[in-house]
């Protein structure tokens, strides 16, 4: 009995001790994780400014696309090709029947199947953010984006 006693408390120390490694583990890894979301949402921010024409705004909403940049401003006859893929693909998630009455920059985060951490929101929230400042994209509600449907003639003929 002694023995089994003996071997009991030595496993107990041993658990104690797994116990507290594993709890300076799991603090560890809580701050590790925080640092690397900061980090998501500061390389998506960079890359966003990088990203931006140099002169945005400057001519007006009107102006036609400018050669190299990610995101022109919509202009008659100027189709979603000269757009960076990633915007093409929101482009049409939001035109899919079922995105009609809006979807947030979450919901369009899942059905493009990218990351759903709070970085990788936010970087579709400035995306679809920059879209609808360039006409792309309809804010149908604050933070509710939507398609922008063609103009309707008034002419009936």
């Not at 900061?38 to 007006?60: D, F, H, M, N």
């Not at 199947?113 to 309809?138: D, F, H, M, N, Y």
């Amino acid at each position: 009995m002694g023995l089994l006693e003996a071997r009991e408390k030595k496993v107990r120390e041993e658990v104690a001790r797994l116990r507290e490694e594993a709890e300076r583990v799991q603090a560890a890894l809580g701050v590790a994780e925080r640092a690397l979301e900061r980090l998501e949402l500061a390389r998506v921010t960079v890359a966003e400014v990088l990203a931006e024409e140099p002169s945005a705004g400057a001519a007006g909403p009107g102006r036609a696309a400018v050669a190299g940049s990610v995101v022109p401003h919509r202009a008659e006859g100027v189709g979603a090709e000269v757009l960076a893929p990633e915007y093409q693909q929101i482009l049409a998630v939001l035109a899919a029947p079922e995105a009609a009455g809006g979807m947030r920059a979450k919901q369009l985060a899942v059905q493009l199947g990218w990351q759903t951490t709070p970085a990788g929101v936010e970087g579709v929230r400035s995306r679809v953010k920059r879209l609808t400042a360039r006409g792309w994209v309809a804010e149908l509600r604050p933070n509710v984006f939507g398609a922008v449907r063609p103009a309707v003639s008034a002419a009936v003929g």
